[in-house]
């Protein structure tokens, strides 16, 4: 939506009952017809006011093409605001679960100051690239609790794995076992998962039976449902301290930023 709070004047705008009149925009359609609205209920038009208005907003168009990517650049940084407003309500809504369940992984400090929850699947190539980006961030912030959601959100392949790290995570072996799996290349089976945790010293036996679990899977469950009420939709998503959400293979330093700009927003 555009809008024109100039003051009419000349042939080409118009002094409506001796004040401006604040004119609103809307819908470029495929068409490439512009629909004229009245700002306030209480504005019309005549018809050939109308037609010339529109006629203003074409030639103006025609002349500097970006006032419609300004137009459009502007409507989508209100409706991303408006998204993560949104989001973020819902965040302050769920934090008991956001702060991490008996069935989730809290990595770094669980009484930290400051917290990030990771949003993220085994099998994306995007977790897959921060992960060693994460390991430097919580080592060298003292005071961050990191809160591990697995959402497998990419197919069967990523269900198993999710189910491997979860079940791992009740032998005390999740960072061990989800850094080797990983950093596999290999295609996900039960028999190659019951090779790696073997490699790092699990129990294969014991994780296949507890991937196998109601427990396991209904932290699955509850991992799922929660990121699609925030609104989770790619991974990996970052949530700073409830203030801010952060879509994307973030960097360690992008990380930090975020991590600045929240403490400083309190």
Do not use: W
């Amino acid at each position: 939506m555009i809008f024109f709070s100039a003051p009419p004047s000349g042939t080409r705008f118009f002094r409506l009952r001796g004040r401006i009149a604040s004119l609103s925009l809307a819908a470029f359609a495929a068409s490439g017809l512009l629909t004229l609205a009245p700002a306030r209920a209480d504005e019309t038009f005549t018809a050939a006011q109308r037609q010339e208005i529109v006629s203003i907003v074409r030639q103006a168009l025609k002349t500097d093409p970006t006032i419609l990517a300004d137009a459009i650049s502007s409507l989508r940084t209100q409706s991303e605001a408006a998204k993560q407003a949104d989001a973020l309500k819902v965040v302050r809504e769920n934090r008991a679960q956001l702060a991490g369940s008996s069935a989730d992984v809290v990595l770094g400090n669980p009484r930290g100051t400051q917290t990030i929850v990771e949003f993220y699947d085994p099998r994306c190539p995007y977790c897959r690239k921060v992960l060693p980006d994460l390991d430097r961030l919580v080592a060298g912030e003292p005071g961050l609790k990191l809160v591990e959601k697995v959402i497998p959100v990419l197919g069967p392949n990523s269900q198993l794995e999710a189910q491997a790290l979860l079940a791992a995570n009740l032998q005390g072996g999740y960072m061990k076992l989800q850094h080797v799996m990983m950093n596999d290349s290999e295609t996900p089976s039960m028999a190659r998962i019951r090779t790696l945790a073997g490699s790092v010293g699990l129990d294969a036996d014991r994780l296949e039976r507890d991937m196998k679990s109601t427990a396991v899977a209904s932290a699955v469950q509850d991992n799922l449902t929660l990121a699609q009420k925030v609104g989770v939709d790619g991974t990996p998503t970052f949530v700073i301290d409830e203030k801010m959400i952060i879509p994307g293979a973030a960097s360690a330093d992008d990380l930090k930023n975020a991590l600045k700009a929240a403490h400083s927003g309190r």
